[in-house]
């Protein structure tokens, strides 16, 4: 395992560069002077940081274990006074001649106390909600007070949804039933007929328009979402046929989760601005134009058009949008309407954070090698041997070739029997040592040779957190999304071990081995030796979207404990706003079925079974019926 070269004199500095907290952070995260990871607020005109350790040992003080999410109630309402103020500067800027309202797509986390600060906090916006189904709906019709809020429903709608949003239209919400196929347009018109209440009706378009980066299956020709041109005009004749043409007042179009290039956005901006219009000249009233989601977050902090970038700012995306409706519009003399985004990636994901600690550590680095070895060790261990400390940058290629082809050679007479189980360790650690020193060497190489490519990678440690990648992090194992990670303490002290991370189930794909960092993308991460008797806590941030409602239960590992924090005062003070315990192992049986109270029933039989076979006492009984019953009720993670 070769170390990092970094300078000896590290800083806080040098450990902001290394990990980039200051390009993905966007302004609310940094590093304190001590070396901790830090949350960033303004309040009252003043910028305010709060250690993320201090808040972890007041979670610990309140009896939070690790993992836990954490969640800064501040950013979530700073996402969307920044979203809402940044559209009306942009349309003061162009002149726009009505106004925005957003809707947060609650499928991107579906969580009570997110949906909940949202509404309310939103509400002084009129900050809507967008619900995909109709459980989603129910949500969204209770958590809403500002009747000038949106609701705006996707997704495929069936007699029953549709009555919900016709009830919230006879009580005064706007709640639109967007058209995602010609096949909900009957039911809409039966209902809204049977029930005597006017519906407010949307159509999805789909563009032609692609969108780089993962989720551009989002968006052309062959998206699954959204009505043909043709399958659009049958919409528009059949409103006519039932004298409902009046009802249709929103069109709708969404390019993709995360955009990263603007000049995608404009593009299919411009192109859903000539339906609009075509739509107002065939009769359609019209008013509202939601352009959907794909607002992006720069995972990366590369300011970059890659998958996890984004090469634009806020402003810039408001600006981009307000402008290209207004000229369209103005071309054709159709009155600007209503702008409607439905970005819930960009509100939601500077939120949160995972937290948790380290367990373990498999460490590359080669056990002690003794000054000679036994005579009658096998000769090709001596010719092993005879390697370390031969190695320079003239015949590091040799000595790559000859130490993986002797040690593959103690391999083999181990398995034949003639070579000890001490031979063969001695072999591997010998050539770990051999591979290290050779690894030193890639700096100074002027080439270096795509064999010895992934030679840190080879020699890199495994850091075994407290967490399941399924259940935390299912973006990551699913579709590859990358996420900042670093350590949240000892940012002071130089980093020297390369590491990979792996999780805490016991499924090979449990691992985080892709990292991006300011110098490009890597497949290990700079971290620090663990300390005995002292934890060591990482973080992943910005994983407020999709995360938490995607998880899975692999391993029967649940939701961990999550902890809401709102920083309220100059001096850095905050309040726990929420604390919520994470699934105990009785919460997760019982998701798959399993009858908790049964099973310590079963387990009761076989433990009085044994006493009366003489197996154990009622003593032991009692002991064991009591920890069963523990562990019934305490945390599915890794507990100290």
């Not at 901790?36 to 007041?58: H, L, R, Y």
């Not at 509404?119 to 916006?125: D, E, L, T, V």
């Not at 992943?540 to 920083?567: C, M, P, R, W």
Request: glycine content about 8%; charged content about 25%; some cysteine.
């Amino acid at each position: 395992m070769t170390n990092l070269q970094q300078p000896q004199d590290w800083t806080v500095e040098d450990s902001a560069d290394l990990y980039g907290i200051r390009e993905w952070g966007a302004g609310y995260f940094d590093l304190t002077e001590d070396g901790n990871a830090a949350v960033t607020v303004e309040i009252n005109g003043k910028t305010i940081t709060v250690a993320i350790m201090d808040i972890v040992q007041g979670m610990q003080d309140r009896g939070m274990e690790m993992p836990c999410i954490l969640r800064i109630e501040n950013l979530l309402d700073f996402r969307i006074t920044e979203l809402n103020e940044a559209f009306a500067a942009a349309i003061e800027l162009v002149g726009y001649q009505n106004h925005y309202r957003g809707v947060f797509p609650i499928k991107v986390n579906q969580q009570c106390h997110v949906v909940e600060e949202i509404a309310n906090f939103g509400s002084r916006y009129n900050h809507g909600l967008e619900a995909g189904s109709k459980a989603e709906l129910i949500i969204a019709l209770s958590q809403l007070t500002d009747h000038e809020s949106l609701i705006i429903c996707n997704g495929y709608k069936d007699a029953e949804f549709i009555e919900l949003g016709l009830y919230a239209r006879q009580i005064g919400i706007r709640c639109f039933f967007v058209l995602e196929t010609p096949t909900e347009l009957p039911i809409i018109i039966e209902r809204s007929k049977a029930l005597g209440i006017e519906p407010l009706i949307g159509v999805r378009l789909r563009l032609s328009t692609t969108v780089d980066g993962h989720w551009k299956d989002d968006s052309g020709d062959r998206s699954i979402f959204g009505l043909s041109t043709s399958a659009l005009l049958d919409v528009v004749d059949e409103l006519k046929k039932h004298d409902m043409l009046h009802c249709l007042q929103l069109l709708h179009s969404h390019l993709g989760s995360q955009i990263p290039n603007i000049r995608n956005v404009r593009t299919g901006v411009a192109e859903v601005c000539r339906f609009y219009c075509g739509l107002v000249k065939e009769g359609a009233p019209m008013g509202y134009l939601d352009l959907g989601g794909g607002l992006a977050v720069d995972y990366e902090g590369s300011s970059s058009n890659s998958t996890h970038s984004m090469n634009y700012q806020l402003d810039e995306y408001c600006v981009n949008i307000v402008e290209t409706v207004a000229e369209a519009m103005n071309s054709e003399e159709v009155a600007h309407p209503v702008l409607v985004s439905e970005s819930g990636r960009a509100t939601v994901a500077y939120s949160s954070m995972l937290l948790f600690n380290i367990l373990d550590v498999r460490n590359q680095t080669p056990a002690p090698i003794p000054a000679e070895i036994n005579e009658d060790s096998p000769e090709v261990l001596h010719s092993l041997f005879a390697l370390k400390g031969t190695i320079n940058i003239d015949n590091f290629q040799e000595c790559y070739n000859d130490s993986i082809y002797y040690r593959d050679e103690v391999r083999e007479l181990f398995h034949r029997g003639h070579a000890t189980l001490r031979d063969r360790a001695l072999a591997e650690n010998i050539n770990l040592s051999v591979l290290g020193d050779i690894a030193k060497l890639l700096p100074e190489m002027t080439r270096i040779p795509s064999e010895l490519e992934n030679l840190p990678e080879l020699l890199s440690d495994i850091y075994y957190g407290n967490f399941s990648l399924f259940q935390s992090l299912p973006d990551v194992w699913a579709i590859d999304q990358l996420f900042p990670i670093m350590p949240i303490h000892r940012l002071n002290e130089e980093p020297t071990r390369q590491a990979t991370i792996a999780d805490i189930t016991c499924d090979c794909d449990g691992k985080i081995d892709k990292f991006s960092l300011p110098t490009g993308h890597a497949n290990t991460l700079p971290l620090h030796e663990i300390k005995k008797d002292e934890e060591y806590y990482m973080g992943v941030f910005l994983v407020g979207a999709y995360q938490e409602t995607l998880g899975d239960l692999h391993n029967l590992f649940g939701d961990t404990n999550v902890v809401s924090v709102k920083i309220e005062e100059e001096d850095g003070g905050y309040n726990f706003q929420r604390e919520f315990e994470g699934d105990s192992i009785s919460d997760v049986l019982s998701y798959v079925e399993y009858n908790p109270t049964t099973m310590q029933e079963q387990f009761r039989k076989k433990a009085e079974a044994a006493v009366r076979d003489g197996k154990i006492t009622v003593a032991m009984r009692k002991q064991m019926m009591k920890a069963f019953r523990e562990s019934l009720q305490g945390y599915t993670y890794f507990e100290r």
